[in-house]
């Protein structure tokens, strides 16, 4: 069975520096992972995903991702954080299968403070 | 253009009606979702079709059934529904499963009373 964990419930951090969400995951195989953001009221977007290759993955709004294969963990991180980014954060592992069943973590607010 | 929308996004109604959400998606898209979002944010996959297949049928009780007339639309049909089924429920659509990222819809907010 697949898993994600998101072991931080709340991240505080003030504008301009920079942010790290946590990721690890379990998963058979190969894993696909992705990161989401909700914003208030609002449907997850798609920010970035790990499918295979450069274990460093750039994505939406100044996100990037780093996979570690060895510490089964994909961190969402950003070098200098917005007020604009405050929201949950989902991260989602994806098994190979034919099925392609996604599981995602309990996710992570962001609260990016002036 | 909405990608994928929801309708209604808002819906109150009475513990044992039975009441449906509409989902389409206009991306041309092979695979789509649904998933339900508690009181927490807690995220669930219930059903994932895949070119009107039934792919993904998560342990969800089957008052809950989700009908796909076509790849471009899955509907979700609740009967008798019950106080614990008050949630957001999202739909989500991909270009096909495994590696390809997913897109959702605006949500609709269940209330049952």
């Known amino acids: 069975a697949q898993s994600v964990a998101q072991p931080e419930d709340q991240v505080n951090v003030a504008e301009g520096n920079p942010l790290t969400v946590k990721c690890t995951y379990s998963?058979?195989?190969?894993?696909?992972l992705f990161w989401y953001v909700q914003y208030p009221n609002r449907g997850l977007q798609f920010l970035l995903k790990?499918?295979?290759?450069?274990?460093l993955v750039k994505g939406s709004y100044g996100f990037e991702a780093e996979f570690n294969k060895s510490q089964t963990s994909f961190h969402l991180k950003k070098p200098s954080a917005l007020v604009s980014d405050s929201a949950l954060y989902f991260c989602?592992?994806?098994?190979?299968?034919?099925?392609?069943?996604?599981?995602f973590g309990d996710g992570t607010t962001l609260t990016v403070k002036p | 253009d909405t990608a994928v929308s929801q309708t209604p996004k808002y819906l109150v109604t009475q513990m044992g009606n039975d009441k449906s959400i509409k989902c389409e998606q206009n991306?041309?898209?092979?695979?789509m979702y649904w998933y339900k979002q508690d009181s927490k944010k807690f995220l669930k996959i219930m059903f994932s079709?895949?070119?009107?297949?039934?792919?993904i049928n998560e342990t969800v009780p089957n008052r809950f059934s989700p009908k796909s007339p076509d790849k471009a639309h899955l509907n979700l049909h609740i009967n008798s529904l019950e106080l614990g089924d008050s949630a957001v429920y999202f739909c989500?659509?991909?270009?096909?499963?495994?590696?390809?990222?997913?897109?959702f819809g605006p949500g609709t907010r269940l209330t049952v009373t």
């Open positions: 998963v058979s195989g190969n894993p696909y």
């Open positions: 989602a592992v994806r098994d190979n299968t034919n099925a392609g069943k996604s599981t």
């Open positions: 989500a659509s991909s270009q096909d499963r495994g590696v390809y990222e997913q897109y």
């Open positions: 079709y895949n070119n009107k297949e039934l792919i």
């Open positions: 790990y499918i295979t290759g450069d274990n």
């Open positions: 991306l041309g898209h092979d695979t």
